[in-house]
């Protein structure tokens, strides 16, 4: 993972946040200087970032929100202090309301970037300086060392390009912590057609069927906020196993970019989570990021058991097939 070290320090009021990249420091300053870039890692995992507005010169301002599964929203904005490209640049980064006026109470922080050449690649020195003992102690409980790393630890992905990162290696798993994993896949086809695939019943009984030998029996798709949705899978004659289903609720759609539906299994008194599904295209092909929130350990473990990347990866070998083909 790229971040380091993130430290702070309660006398010198700051903290700060170190990571080291294969990429130079003038493609660091790229992506950290062009919002649609910057949007795709700056949030945690559940939290994408969006770029409203960004007027990169001294005294400019840019504004973002980040959406959690849920739908809450998060926004801030950057006051642009100092520019020194491509080295670093420093902001006032503040949480404010609808209207991008501050919120009382909130603290406001100066942020430095900077961007050095190491012997393999960069390294970026994030150093946040808070005003008072108060204000650092409030955004650490607000998660801000867990948060960032999970962010920064993003960014690979950005620098490399989506087929230099995710190319040929098919659907990966990583486990966040105790409740959240992310699934990975790059699919060599555009967003709007993945995303129809996740969506539209009669495309997603083409592929989303796991191992060879099933079939999908029931696809009950509302695809609206609130909506509900049903699907379920039984085995072809002479195939081997139970039918079985899940059904949920959609939390919220930004399509063709983002949907977060919960899911459980039909039938059964297990718990239910919470899939947040991103789609990002870059040159023609889509990266599918599956985040999955469970209840605790024991369920995520018992349910990774089950085989369920290896089924995955079967169905988007099946979407390349024989929907993207």
């Not at 801000?144 to 995710?166: C, K, M, P």
């Not at 599956?290 to 605790?296: A, G, K």
């Amino acid at each position: 993972m790229p971040v380091t070290s993130v430290d702070s320090d309660a006398e010198a009021l700051t903290m700060t946040l170190v990571a080291d990249f294969a990429a130079g420091p003038e493609r660091l300053w790229q992506v950290f200087t062009d919002p649609r870039q910057l949007e795709r890692f700056w949030g945690p995992p559940g939290w994408p970032a969006t770029f409203s507005t960004f007027d990169f010169e001294r005294g400019g301002r840019a504004r973002y929100a980040m959406a959690s599964p849920t739908g809450e929203i998060a926004r801030g904005s950057w006051e642009f202090i100092d520019i020194d490209e491509p080295r670093g640049f420093e902001v006032v980064d503040s949480f404010v309301d609808e209207n991008g006026d501050a919120i009382p109470g909130m603290p406001a922080m100066r942020m430095t970037f900077a961007f050095d050449q190491t012997d393999a690649g960069s390294r970026l020195t994030n150093v946040t300086y808070f005003d008072s003992l108060e204000g650092l102690e409030q955004v650490l409980a607000m998660g801000a060392v867990e948060g960032s790393t999970l962010a920064i630890n993003q960014l690979d992905a950005v620098l490399q390009g989506l087929r230099e990162f995710a190319q040929g290696t098919g659907t990966q798993l990583e486990i966040l912590d105790d409740q959240h994993v992310r699934i990975t896949r790059l699919i060599e086809g555009p967003r709007e057609l993945v995303w129809r695939a996740h969506v539209d019943p009669d495309l997603m009984r083409q592929w989303m069927l796991g191992p060879d030998g099933w079939r999908m029996s029931v696809a009950e798709v509302d695809v609206s906020v609130g909506g509900d949705y049903r699907i379920a899978w039984e085995p072809e004659p002479g195939t081997e196993g139970e039918g079985f289903g899940f059904d949920g609720t959609t939390l919220l759609i930004d399509e063709p970019r983002r949907i977060v539906q919960t899911e459980h299994m039909t039938g059964t008194d297990f718990p239910s989570t919470t899939n947040d599904l991103s789609f990002y295209e870059e040159d023609g092909a889509t990266l599918v990021t599956l985040l999955i929130e469970y209840p605790d350990a024991a369920t995520r473990d018992t349910v990774l058991a089950t085989g369920m990347v290896d089924g995955m990866e079967q169905s988007f070998e099946r979407m390349e097939r024989v929907v993207l083909a």
